[in-house]
Antibody
């Protein structure tokens, strides 16, 4: 059974860097693509980006200048870094599996982590 | 970016009702449209992919259809566990994946 678990600081100060890790079990990070999606409190979903185990990435254009994703195949996990955060980055952050992106039909999210709330505040 | 617009934003219905939620794309996305259900405090769950294909384990009362740039999610007979927020997501532009703003389905 595929399971994803986000971890990282729940509180980040403005202008600092948010860092989260998603640990994967029941699957290999060397298969498929892996995404981050966020949801501000009471609002909708926003795709942040995805990464392939080779290190190939694609980010949401609106966040591209601040986002870095990485993958650690030895630990079967992948990570998100979001720099220069503001209160607008306060959200529940989800990691999710994306079966593929080469074909449009599989650019969906079929397994999700439970989400972790990150608050940006001094 | 491809914009996805859902309607209505919220909806009240009763158990047993037939409910339809619509999602409109700002341009053609073929049938590359997925639907998710999200309950409070939980992660979204994939219900339907490619506009009309039911994800494994999802009850058959859920169905999806497409007509041009308009997509619909139908619940044939609402059950108590169906009250949630529903999101559409386009997977046509894999370089910029976008979601609809959500439709909150509430108990009347």
């Amino acid at each position: 059974q595929v399971q994803l678990q986000e971890s990282g600081p729940a509180l980040v100060k403005p202008s600092e860097t948010l860092s989260l890790t998603c640990a994967l079990s029941g699957d290999s990070v060397s298969r498929y693509y892996w995404s981050w999606i966020r949801q501000p409190p009471g609002k909708g979903l926003e795709w942040i980006g995805y990464i392939y185990y080779t290190g190939s990435t694609n980010y949401n254009p609106s966040l591209k200048s601040r986002v870095t994703m990485s993958v650690d195949t030895s630990k079967n996990q992948f990570s998100l870094r979001l720099s220069s955060v503001t209160a607008a980055d306060t959200a529940v952050y989800y990691c999710a599996r994306c079966p593929g992106v080469v074909s449009p039909g599989v650019a969906l999210f079929d397994y999700w982590g439970q989400g972790t709330l990150v608050t940006v505040s001094s | 970016d491809i914009q996805m617009t859902q309607s209505p934003s919220s909806l009240s219905a009763s158990v047993g009702d037939r409910v339809t939620i619509t999602c409109r794309a700002s341009q053609s996305i073929s049938n590359y449209l997925n639907w998710y259900q999200q309950k409070p405090g939980k992660a979204p769950k994939l219900l339907i992919y490619a506009a009309s294909s039911l994800q494994s384990g999802v009850p058959s009362r859920f169905s999806g259809s497409a007509s041009g740039t308009d997509f619909t999610l139908t619940i044939s007979s609402l059950q108590p566990e169906d009250f949630a927020t529903y999101y559409c997501q386009q997977s046509y532009s894999t370089l910029s994946i976008t979601f609809g703003q959500g439709t909150r389905l509430e108990i009347k």
